[in-house]
Nanobody
Framework: VQLVESGGGLVQAGGSLRLSCAASTQTFSSYDFGWFRQAPGKEREFVAAINWSGGRTTYADSVKGRFTIFRDNRKYMVYLEMDPLKPEDTGVYYC???????????????WGQGTQVTVSS
């Protein structure tokens, strides 16, 4: 499974971004997906996850109520809507795929290359 993220950029605090993750597999609907982020000098941390059908989601406390994860199984796409953004949301955001929905990096088998999100104050 190959994953390609897009949609990152530079935005002011209070702004919004939508990240996209394109998956290159026809068994897309078999996978659960997660978004993680990593700030400079920090460990990769969980942001959000969604199960194979899109019927179940979970979020890190730091983004709950501000971020929304969703997927389109017809287009093999996963999205992360982020609004409003805060400076502490800055980091490289990674999309990951797994056959089991989890909240740690070790729960995921496939990773994208990441997309940079920078939120200015």
């Amino acid at each position: 499974v190959q994953l390609v993220e897009s949609g990152g950029g530079l935005v002011q605090a209070g702004g919004s971004l939508r990240l996209s993750c394109a998956a290159s597999t026809q068994t897309f609907s078999s996978y659960d997906f997660g978004w993680f982020r990593q700030a400079p000098g920090k460990e990769r941390e969980f942001v959000a996850a969604i199960n194979w059908s899109g019927g179940r989601t979970t979020y890190a406390d730091s983004v709950k109520g501000r971020f929304t994860i969703f997927r389109d199984n017809r287009k093999y796409m996963v999205y992360l809507e982020m609004d409003p953004l805060k400076p502490e949301d800055t980091g490289v955001y990674y999309c990951a795929a797994s056959t089991g929905m989890g909240i740690t990096p070790g729960d995921y088998d496939y990773w994208g290359q990441g997309t940079q999100v920078t939120v200015s104050s």
